[in-house]
Every structure is written in structure tokens, then in C-alpha cells.
């Protein structure tokens, strides 16, 4: 071997390693999800209440994705209160990610996750603007996946919860895409429709948007989301990655929805679920593939379960 074959194999193990180690550090980088309803409550409680902005680009128009839900702290005004987004799937269930409604309970080994007490919050209907409009409900009951969980980097695995709401018997439902229509939508370079209220801005005390907004962003295919310059294998066959620095979902968007369409009609494909900041151009964010748990999803509505 040429001492100059030598130094390029060093540099590519040198560049291979540095890229590894940046994945894992961005990776564990990512937000502490545990109990993320009870910083919100604690926030409220000592009168830390968020700003508003109004967006002024691809603003939804009122009534217009009466599938659309705003999670909140119950008690709160509501621009007030929201820090996660959810999805009407059924005329009384709505469906968000688990990391919005789990809370962290302490034990002799450190702590296990557990559903938040749904006393403590309400979901918004009927609206896009969160300050007026639409009507507030309450949360009768929270399922949380079985095998939801943090992993060590900070990543949430199987990051789905179903929402039971007691009085809603008429909510407007967004139809689940079947496992076949997502391999059609979920390809790389496909085009997926993400909706909010959360900030533009990664960081503590951004404000929230008082309006829903909405934006289209690239699906990233998984050997790209799973490269060593990326996530480096953190994406599960139950996640897709989308968005590449352009446009992103950001904090207060959890749990929404990212929506595709076959022949003009919407179908839920994903929830907002974790990334590294907002807008990256190195990590795309990372959504549940709802998919993947329709029939969970079919158990719990169908009392099944």
C-alpha cells in the first residue's frame, strides 16, 4: 500500500468517524420529551404565557381542515394554553404523538412513562385562529402505545397516543391512509403537507401562531435519513423523515399532522414527532408513520382493546 493510499483511507476513517459522532451528538441534542404537557402546565401556572405571532405566509383558512385540533392546558385562554397539535380520526377520537400527553413517573430505577391525567387538558375544534372561534373539549381518556418509549438519545420510539373526547359525537374525521397508499406517498422526493400553530423559531420562549399555517415539505428517503452524515440508523421503520432546510415543522407542531393526497383527497400519514432544531439542512425532521399502527389504531376505537 503507497503511503498516499495510506493517508486517504485515514482521512475517509477520520471524516467517517467525525461524521458518526456528529449524527449521534445532533441526535441526542434533540428535546427532552418526558412530561412536555407538564412544563406547559407548570409555564401557565407562574404566569409564563407565550407570545403570538400571525403568520403571513400559507395561512389556512378558517374552517377549511375542520380536522385540525389544538391541544391545551385546560383552564387556559387558549393562545394561551396550546403546545401540541392533533388530528380528528374519528368522530370522537383525535390522534396526536405520545411524547405531547405522556408524563414521567419517578421509581426506585429512574422513571417509567404514563399517560397525563386528561383532566388537566383540552382539546380546541372547529378553528384555525386560536383566540377566537371553534369550541373547547374535553379529554375523557388518553391511550398511549404500549411499547412508547425514550430511547437514550433523547428519540421517542412508537410516538402515538389516541385521545378519547367525551363531548364531541360530530367531529369532523381526516381519513388514515392505508399501508399501500403510504408506500406510494411516503417516496422519496414526494411531496407531504404539514400543519400547526407551533413557532418559526427553534429555541426557548418563541412565539406561537395565532393562526394554523401550513406548508408542503420533500419526503427524505430512509438510506438518506439513516446516513451517518444524518441520523446514523436513529429512524425506525415506524418513522419517515421530510424536510431539508427549507421549510420545517417546529416546537408547538408535535403530534400535528403530515398529510399526502391521492386523487385530491387528504389522508393522515404522519405526526409531527422529533428533528434536530427547525429547518435544518443536515436533518430532516422525523415523523410517526400512522400507518404502521392502523391497526392499533382500529383496536382502540373499536373498544378491542
Not at 98 to 118: F, K, Q, S, W
Not at 145 to 163: C, K, S, T, Y
Not at 205 to 228: E, H, I, M
Request: aromatic fraction near 8%; charged fraction near 15%; charge should be positive.
Amino acid at each position: 500500500m503507497t503511503r498516499r493510499k495510506w493517508q486517504l483511507l485515514l482521512m475517509a476513517g477520520i471524516v467517517s468517524a467525525a461524521a458518526t459522532a456528529r449524527a449521534q451528538n445532533a441526535i441526542e441534542s434533540t428535546p427532552a420529551f418526558a412530561s412536555i404537557y407538564q412544563r406547559k402546565v407548570d409555564a401557565v401556572a407562574i404566569g409564563q404565557l407565550p407570545q403570538l405571532f400571525t403568520g403571513s405566509a400559507s395561512i389556512a383558512p378558517n374552517y377549511g381542515f375542520p380536522w385540525m385540533v389544538s391541544l391545551e392546558v385546560k383552564g387556559t385562554a387558549r393562545q394561551n394554553g396550546h403546545f401540541c397539535g392533533a388530528v380528528v380520526i374519528d368522530p370522537a377520537w383525535v390522534i396526536t404523538a405520545a411524547h405531547c400527553v405522556a408524563t414521567a413517573i419517578r421509581n426506585g430505577e429512574g422513571h417509567t412513562l404514563a399517560a397525563a391525567d386528561p383532566d388537566k387538558l383540552q382539546v380546541l375544534t372547529g378553528t384555525n385562529i386560536l383566540s377566537r372561534g371553534g369550541s373547547v373539549r374535553r379529554i375523557s381518556r388518553i391511550v398511549l402505545h404500549p411499547e412508547f418509549g425514550i430511547a437514550m438519545q433523547r428519540v421517542p420510539n412508537n410516538d402515538i397516543a389516541l385521545l378519547k373526547i367525551s363531548d364531541a359525537p360530530n367531529l369532523t374525521p381526516l381519513a388514515v391512509a392505508s399501508a399501500g397508499q403510504a408506500e406510494t406517498m411516503l417516496v422519496d422526493g414526494e411531496s407531504v403537507r404539514i400543519f400547526g400553530w407551533g413557532t418559526a423559531l427553534f429555541g426557548p420562549n418563541n412565539p406561537v401562531s395565532n393562526t394554523l399555517l401550513y406548508t408542503f415539505v420533500d419526503v427524505v428517503g430512509r438510506s438518506k435519513c439513516n446516513a451517518k452524515a444524518a441520523y446514523d440508523g436513529g429512524v425506525a421503520d415506524s418513522m419517515f423523515c421530510a424536510g431539508l432546510g427549507y421549510s420545517d415543522a417546529c416546537q408547538g407542531d408535535s403530534g400535528g399532522p403530515a398529510v399526502g393526497y391521492a386523487n385530491g383527497v387528504p389522508y393522515l400519514l404522519g405526526l409531527v414527532s422529533w428533528g434536530v432544531g427547525c429547518a435544518n439542512r443536515s436533518f430532516p425532521g422525523v415523523y410517526t408513520n400512522v400507518t404502521k399502527f392502523n391497526g392499533w389504531v382500529h383496536a382502540i376505537i373499536s373498544n378491542r382493546y
